[in-house]
T-cell receptor, first 109, second 117 residues
């Protein structure tokens, strides 16, 4: 049983749409990591957050510790945003990370 | 800086053969990790290291061994490859967290695609 659940698994949208990807986890964590995996396979770190909200360009990540939930938003989506977005969590006093299965996003021009 | 590099990028093995995957990082990171990624599953931790000379098992360690003789290198060995080890292998590294409010992100290598026939 995966302790990190992402939704949706797949998402297709038109260019310009506002995108939301969700991540839920089952127990208290110390930090949550959003990653992007390009079609070529490379994995890039987007955000690492333990509370509140972070913004970088058109990307916004939020986390609600009490509800054990995080969202990744993309504003004014573009075909180059097409990728797999991965949520990962770190537990307190633990050096390991548990990954979600990813959300495959496809933005149509 | 090259960041995190992995060697080789691709490899095809026959069942029973052995090989070593090399991960190198030039960011002076204390922590290093080996993951495997399979279709329909999240990244799964094989082994990790919190410093030179130390290693620990992750979620799926069976069939793999690791060594961290130098801080910048983390080697993943397959002693007798099996078809179930066909996967994409990712190495990652990060700084040790300092304090309760500073959580350091992982940096990933480009991956090694391994096929075992």
């Amino acid at each position: 049983k995966n302790e990190v659940e992402q939704s949706p698994q797949n998402l297709t949208a038109q260019e310009g749409e506002f995108i939301t990807i969700n991540c839920s986890y089952s127990v208290g964590i110390s930090a949550l990591h959003w990653l992007q995996q390009h079609p070529g396979g490379g994995i890039v770190s987007l955000f690492m957050l333990s509370s509140g909200k972070k913004k970088h360009g058109r990307l916004i990540a939020t986390i609600n510790i009490q509800e054990k939930h995080s969202s990744l938003h993309i504003t004014a989506s573009h075909p180059r945003d097409s990728a797999v977005y991965i949520c990962a969590v770190r537990y307190p006093r633990d050096d390991k990370i548990i990954f979600g299965k990813g959300t495959r996003l496809h933005i149509l021009p | 800086n090259a960041g995190v590099t992995q060697t080789p990028k691709f490899r095809v093995l026959k069942t029973g053969q052995s090989m070593t995957l090399l991960c190198a990082q030039d960011m002076n990171h204390e922590y290093m990790y080996w993951y495997r990624q399979d279709p329909g599953m999240g990244l799964r931790l094989i082994h990790y290291s919190v410093g030179e000379g130390t290693t620990a098992k992750g979620e799926v360690p069976d069939g793999y061994n690791v060594s961290r003789l130098k801080k910048q290198n983390f080697l993943l060995g397959l002693e007798s490859a099996a078809p179930s080890q066909t996967s994409v292998y990712f190495c990652a590294s990060r700084f040790r967290d300092r304090g309760f409010v500073s959580y350091n992100e992982q940096f990933f290598g480009p991956g090694t695609r391994l096929t075992v026939l």
